[in-house]
């Protein structure tokens, strides 16, 4: 009688790890990202849409973040302390943008790597806003805001790309594998 209270416990801990793997799966963004016509992770040709369209394909906080240049909260991107292993996407196109290997914990507040997949993955322009003279990052597809770019960064590249979460789509390494198999 006396392993009952332990093997009890052992059932409580071994269900406690159970729950907390079923992730939600279903967001608001990817309902949305079903509509959206542009949405693609292989289409890199440039997309153009009206403000009333991108209002009907996004979040408010990511069309805040994205079609108006906003920046959201620190610390509140789940993809901040993230270490899982995959690929970043833009949320509003689809388009890749970094790989996990690049992607290193800054301490800024927000998800930050050193370097985008590709050149043309990402575009850069001068920002003049808040008093600041800063480099602005942009989805090389839809044009939308990212984040910012310094050169505070770490080996190879000494960049710091200071992306907003918010407009990140993210797919594990290991979910891109099982998509493959099941299209096989
Ligand atoms: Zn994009």
């Known amino acids: 009688m006396k392993s009952l209270p332990i093997l ?8 406690s790890c159970s729950y907390s793997q079923n992730k ?29 369209e991108w209002k009907k394909h996004l979040t408010p906080e990511q069309y805040r973040v994205s079609r108006q240049k906003g920046t959201e909260r620190p610390w509140t991107s ?20 970094f790989k996990s290997d690049a992607k290193f ?18 575009k850069k322009n001068v920002d003049n806003s808040h008093g600041m003279i800063r480099t602005e990052v942009v989805c090389g597809r839809c044009d939308g805001h990212l984040g ?17 979460g ?4 993210f797919e594990k390494a ?3 594998e099982k998509n493959y198999e099941n299209k096989k």
């Open 8 to 15: 009890f416990l052992m059932i409580l801990i071994l269900n």
């Open 24 to 52: 939600p799966n279903t967001t608001m963004n990817d309902s949305l990202k079903k509509t959206n016509p542009i949405y693609s992770n292989v289409d890199s040709a440039p997309v153009k849409m009206s403000e009333e």
């Open 78 to 97: 789940i993809y901040e302390k993230s270490t899982d292993i995959g690929t970043f996407y833009c949320a509003a196109c689809g388009n890749p943008l």
């Open 105 to 122: 914990e800054s301490g800024c507040g927000w998800p930050s790597f050193y370097e985008p997949i590709s050149t043309t993955s990402i």
């Open 148 to 164: 910012h770019v310094f050169d505070d960064g770490p080996p190879p590249t000494g960049l710091r790309f200071c992306i907003n």
């Open 166 to 169: 918010v407009v990140l789509d």
């Open 174 to 176: 290991k979910a891109a």
